[in-house]
């Protein structure tokens, strides 16, 4: 598509609704039609495993929701997008960019990361939304950290521009653990022997749970129960496993450092904003676990980082509205690094 035909796309663009915005992780699709400016309807989650394809799932949304015509749509993904082809990292989904709007009938398709999203969700989301764990108040336009334990592990960033907040689109999550004390030692030497390269996507994620369960269980000389991570989290909570709540212990301490961590990386004193499923379903533990001592725990930086206000993003579908963002900022031509937002006119990928 030239700039000439995009510009008229994006002038035209106002006329066409609804929208369709989506938000895909390794397990879940989230699909929803944007009726009009921020609002959205027919939120709908598909199990991804339930389509052999992306075409096949979003169909299958279209038709519940009633076989709207859609012009533009929108699709964060939990990947990295390089180009046109997509290969999701925690699922078997492997698409063209390009094909896939063709196969809809639409005359725009952008893809962005997830959390290139859940950034943008940040600058919509509303105070009754977020849970404040320490720290004082945010510095205003300074950059913002987001992280969340989900499926993966997903890391994002905004940053403040003349022209708005520019999110980042990168793959925090898959840096390299750093293990804080003797602890995350033994259980980052299991995790070495078992997978090689140990991320931090390793730990703060559902299976991330169940690996530090695994590894205290052998180093305990314990045999690990069959435990899914939300059974693991149930047990801790209830007191019924000391084995369990060490691990949840763990988990939230190992959170503190990544967090932390980028944080330093990116000046964040305007706020990190942890996402994901994984923190709100035990939001009243959190903040009083380790995580907030482990986050500021940075010798020389422990006041700087004391200052730096973390809050649990409670949005049902950050993701959602993050994508309705990135759609809304290119066919409207405000943004001006629609590469890093992961697609521009007709299907494009980022390059």
Known sequence: ??????????????????????????????????????????????????????VDAAREYLKRAGNPKISHAAIAIANPILGDWVQMTNHHWAFSIETTRQSLGLETLILLNDFTAQALAITRVPSEELVQVGGYKPVENAPKAVIGPGTGLGVSGLIPSNAGW????????????????????????????KFGHVSAERFLSGAGLTLIYEALAVKEGVKPQKLTPAE??????????PLCRLTLDIFCAMLGTVASNLALTLGASGGVYLCGGI???????????????????????????????????????????????????HLHGECNNTSALGGAGKGQGAK
């Not at 693991?232 to 496993?241: D, M, P, T």
């Open 166 to 193: 520019t999110p980042l689109a990168g793959e925090g999550g898959h840096v390299s653990f750093p293990p804080f004390d003797d602890a995350e030692v033994m259980i980052w030497q299991y995790a070495k022997k």
């Open 232 to 241: 693991i989290s149930e047990n801790a909570l209830s007191g019924s496993s």
């Open 279 to 329: 923190i709100p379903r035990f939001i009243d533990y959190f903040k009083y676990s380790p995580f907030r001592s482990r986050f500021e725990n940075k010798g020389r930086f422990d006041a700087y980082l004391a200052a730096i206000p973390v809050y649990i993003v409670l949005s049902k579908y950050p993701g959602i509205t993050g994508a309705a963002v990135a759609l809304e900022n």
């Open 1 to 54: 598509m030239s700039s000439t035909q995009t510009k008229k796309t994006a002038a035209d663009a106002v006329l066409h609704w609804p929208r369709l915005v989506a938000d895909i992780g390794g397990t879940n699709a989230r699909f929803a039609l944007e009726t009009e400016p921020h609002q959205l309807d027919k939120i709908e989650v598909l199990p991804c495993n339930d389509y052999d394809t992306i």
